[in-house]
C-alpha cells in the first residue's frame, strides 16, 4: 500500500511533528513542556481537549523559521515514504510569528525553501492553507487571515479554521472566510468532528467553504448527506483520528463508506498522524480491512482529492500524470 500515489489533504503540519524532533528542540530550549509524552515516547493525552493542550506544548518549542524548516523537511521526508506526491498542510501565522505579517512571510519563506528540496530529493510537492483557531476568537482570525490573504501564491493556496469546535459559531468567522476568498484562496473549515449536522449546515451557510475537514457526523442527517452528495462538498476524512480521538468507537462503526456509498465526495487523510498512531498506508490498510476497499477504490479517491486540492491547474495536471497507472 505505500506504493500507491497518494494525495493527502487534511494535515496539520505541528501535528505531524515526529516526538523525537519536539523533545530535542524542548532540550535545547530549556523549555518544560510538561508530561506531555506517553511512556513509549509518544503524545500523550486522554481526551480532546488534552488533546489540543498537548498539541499547543509541543508547538510551543518550534520557535523560529529554522525550526519550522526542519519541521517542514522532516515532515514531508515521512509523508513521501508513505506515497504522498501531493500534501496540503495547515500551518498557522498564529504559531508562526504571532500574526506578525513580516515574521510569517520568514517562516512562510524556510518552510518553502524545505519544501521546495523536498520536492527535488523525494518527488512531494507541498502546499499550505492558513489556518486560523477558532478557540483564539474572531479577531485573531481577522489577522490570520490578512496574513494569508497577503501571502496567498503559488505556496499558500487556501485557507481555513481548526481548534475546538465548540468555541463560537461559524457566522463569528465570516468576515475572515470573506477576505480570504476574495484573495482568491480556496476555502475549508473543520466541522462535525464534534459538532453534529447543524455545525456542518452553518460552515456551509456562513463560511461558504467547498471543502468540509471531517464533517463525518453528517451521518446523523440523511438531508445534508444528501445535500453534501447533490453539491459535490468534499469532505476530507481522517478515519485513524476520529477513532484514536474517540468520535467512533472502532473503524467497523466508522462512517466514510456509508457517506461514499451517498455519493459523497470523500477523501483520506491523517490529520495529525504522530498523535494518532497513523500514517497514510495505515489508513488504506484500516480501509482495506475493514471495509474491503481495493486498489480501484483508492484511486478513485485519489482522483476526488486532487480534484478538490487548492493547488493550480499546471500542478493539477502534472499530479494526475502521477496518479495514472503506468501501462494506462
Ligand atoms: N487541530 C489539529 N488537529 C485537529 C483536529 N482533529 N480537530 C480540530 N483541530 C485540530
Ligand atoms: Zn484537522
Known sequence: MSALPKIELHHHLEGAAPPVLIRDLARARHVDIGGIFGPDGGYAYRDFQQFLAVYEAATSVLQSPGDYARLTSAV??????????????????????????????????????????????????????????????????????????????DFIVGF?????????????????????????????????????????????????????????????????????????????????SNVALGVFPDWAAHPIERLRAAGVKVTVSTDDPPFFHTTMTREYDCLARTFGWQQDDFAAINRVALDAAFCDADTRAELLKRLEPKDA
Open 76 to 153: 514531508l521526508e515521512q509523508a513521501a515514504a508513505q506515497g504522498v506526491i501531493y500534501l496540503e498542510t495547515f500551518v498557522s501565522p498564529d504559531f508562526c510569528g504571532g500574526r506578525d505579517l513580516a515574521a510569517w512571510r520568514d517562516y512562510l519563506h524556510a518552510m518553502q525553501e524545505a519544501a521546495q528540496a523536498a520536492e527535488r530529493s523525494h518527488g512531494i510537492v507541498l502546499r499550505g492553507v492558513v489556518t486560523c483557531i477558532r478557540h483564539f476568537g474572531p479577531e485573531k482570525a481577522r489577522q490570520t487571515a490578512r496574513c494569508a490573504a497577503e501571502t496567498m501564491g
Open 160 to 240: 481555513g479554521i481548526a481548534g475546538d469546535e465548540g468555541a463560537g459559531r461559524p457566522r463569528d468567522f465570516t468576515y475572515a472566510f470573506d477576505m480570504a476568498r476574495e484573495a482568491g484562496l480556496g476555502l475549508t473549515a473543520h466541522a462535525g468532528e464534534w459538532g453534529g449536522p447543524q455545525s456542518v449546515r452553518e460552515a456551509l451557510a456562513d463560511l461558504g467553504v467547498s471543502r468540509i475537514g471531517h464533517g463525518v457526523r453528517a451521518i446523523e442527517d440523511p438531508a445534508l448527506v444528501a445535500q453534501l452528495a447533490d453539491t459535490g462538498i468534499v469532505l476530507e476524512v481522517c478515519p485513524g
